[in-house]
């Protein structure tokens, strides 16, 4: 039945999402339908009615965008849903509203209070490597597609780089502004603890280098920001014909080498679907410069832990995405870290925020050519994990300002608890897990 069910989903977001400029979403309406028990033939006629590009599948459910045309064809199917967002287009106009002013210095969190330009993430992140400017350095993965400079920030402790590696990727899909924050917000606690004298920030970084990316997508996020706001895919343009000329981009994280041609359901091959991958694995300039970064680092210290940050839906997954059924040897420590995490979670957040975990082919849909597979795998990365963040279906990739804060708050608590438990000590005698 899962397998029915995911195939069929996967034909239904198949369809194109084609090179858009400018999109008006006023009047759209996002709603999550529940899918438990619905024919293919009700699929087939969501597939019709849905506008493409809010493409979601969490649990027994599937989020999707609904032009106001078509909002009361849906009610007539008699489907079990609720509106995530009434208005999409007044919501997405809501997110650029700042009720704070932010003064341009890195440790003033009216950062935080509201989503950012491009040029301006750029800026915050040359301001935190001023703040610790003797352990840290700005660095590159390499360039976009469209020559923007892949960023990010390498932070070590006491006695100088070249530790085991963390290494951070934020924003690998466009529309998904909260990873940038989160990452940043991590970067930031890093740097401020360190310089403040507390002990625990300071025994992690001076036993780990971290290599912190916020943007791995920029082309794609600009024009999310100009042009498009639910735009996921980088800005490649479409294979030679006979291919569609119309649609753009491919996802960088169906893109990574291993696994990419392992399971049809786990990536696209139509240039025109969300999660197209490519026309042979590492296509992508974004993922050429990842992946050189991710060898290099496995060949000099080794990487001891790997997060991919994504939204949404509230999961933190280990390897492997290709295969439900299949589970690594290191799967019993993965799964104890990621229950101390999500605990962390929990207890740190006012709204007692819950995330599920477990492998992501079991937990959640199969994925090829995905982040955490390959840095695992090729990488050789001790740890290695996609969390997807808040939330659970309220707003979805549309997440309002005033929870960017509370967002990068819980995740910082857990990832102090996972940092801490990152040496081989705490997880003695813990084996494989074994998942139901």
Not at 215 to 227: E, K, L
Not at 267 to 296: F, M
Not at 330 to 351: F, M, R, Y
Request: charged share 20%; glycine share 8%.
């Amino acid at each position: 039945m899962r397998f029915t069910l995911y195939a069929t989903l996967v034909a239904f977001f198949s369809g194109g999402v084609t090179e858009s400029s400018d999109v008006s979403y006023d009047g759209y309406k996002v709603l999550r339908v529940k899918t438990n028990g619905l024919s293919s033939s009700i699929l087939e006629k969501l597939s019709d009615l849905a506008f493409d590009e809010w493409e979601h599948q969490v649990g027994h459910h599937v989020d999707m965008v609904i032009a106001p045309d078509q909002f009361s064809t849906v009610e007539a199917l008699g489907l079990d849903f609720h509106v995530m967002h009434v208005n999409l287009g007044e919501s997405i106009a809501a997110e650029s509203v700042s009720k704070s002013v932010w003064k341009r210095q890195a440790e003033d969190l009216s950062w935080y209070d509201s989503y950012h330009d491009y040029d301006d993430h750029i800026q915050y992140f040359r301001d935190l490597h001023d703040s610790f400017p003797d352990k840290s350095e700005l660095i590159s993965s390499g360039v976009s597609y469209e020559n923007r400079s892949i960023f990010g920030l390498h932070l070590w402790g006491a006695e100088g780089p070249g530790k085991p590696a963390v290494l951070y990727h934020g924003t690998v899909h466009a529309r998904e502004w909260i990873s940038t924050k989160v990452v940043e917000y991590i970067t930031l606690q890093l740097i401020t603890g360190y310089n403040n004298g507390d002990n625990e920030t300071q025994t992690i970084l001076d036993k780990y280098d971290f290599y912190i990316f916020p943007v791995v997508n920029p082309d794609g996020f600009v024009y999310s920001q100009t042009s498009n706001r639910l735009w996921r895919k980088n800005r490649q343009p479409p294979p030679p014909p006979p291919a569609n000329q119309s649609c753009y981009g491919r996802d960088i994280n169906r893109n990574w080498e291993f696994a990419w041609d392992a399971n049809p359901l786990g990536a696209s091959t139509n240039p025109c679907s969300q999660t197209y991958k490519g026309e042979e694995p590492s296509d992508t300039p974004e993922n050429q410069g990842l992946d050189k970064l991710v060898r290099d680092l496995r060949d000099q210290a080794g990487i001891k832990l790997y997060i991919d940050w994504h939204s949404y839906g509230q999961y933190i997954l280990s390897p492997y995405g290709y295969n439900e059924t299949l589970y690594a040897p290191e799967l019993g420590k993965w799964t104890k870290a990621a229950a101390l995490v999500s605990e962390a979670i929990h207890d740190s957040s006012d709204d007692r925020t819950t995330f599920t975990f477990g492998p992501s082919g079991a937990v959640l849909y199969t994925t090829t050519g995905a982040a955490p597979d390959h840095v695992y795998s090729i990488g050789g990365a001790e740890f290695s994990y996609t969390i997807e963040l808040r939330d659970t279906g309220d707003f979805g990739f549309v997440l309002p300002p005033e929870l960017i804060r509370p967002t990068a708050e819980e995740q910082w608590a857990g990832q102090k608890v996972l940092l801490s438990l990152l040496d081989e000590e705490f997880f003695d005698g813990v084996g494989p897990a074994i998942v139901a």
